[in-house]
């Protein structure tokens, strides 16, 4: 039987961490959040296994996309609103 898709991609964290040290328990962990698929499927796997207090979303707007870039920016704050993660 197949293991769940979160489930792998959580053990593959955990291991990298393990390895590199990246996410120490007294300290928060910044994530860079674009909005895209990538980025929304980190910070949803770094809060499970952080906790929300924890992290910290950082999108950052250069303005060089007009409106969507503005939509992207109002996606990301709206997702860590409902979400209760701090950006």
């Known amino acids: 039987m197949k293991k769940n898709n979160t489930k792998v991609l959580l053990e593959k964290i955990v291991?990298?961490?393990q390895k590199q040290n990246f996410y120490r328990e007294n300290e928060k962990t910044l994530v860079g959040f674009s909005g895209g698929?990538?980025?929304?499927?980190?910070?949803?796997?770094?809060?499970?296994?952080?906790?929300?207090?924890?992290?910290?979303?950082?999108?950052i707007n250069h303005m060089l996309r007009g409106e969507?870039?503005?939509?992207?920016?109002?996606?990301?704050?709206?997702?860590?609103?409902k979400r209760g993660i701090p950006f």
């Open 15 to 17: 291991l990298l961490n």
């Open 37 to 59: 698929a990538d980025s929304v499927t980190l910070l949803h796997a770094l809060c499970t296994l952080l906790g929300r207090e924890k992290i910290v979303a950082l999108h």
């Open 68 to 81: 969507e870039a503005n939509e992207d920016e109002k996606f990301c704050r709206d997702f860590c609103k």
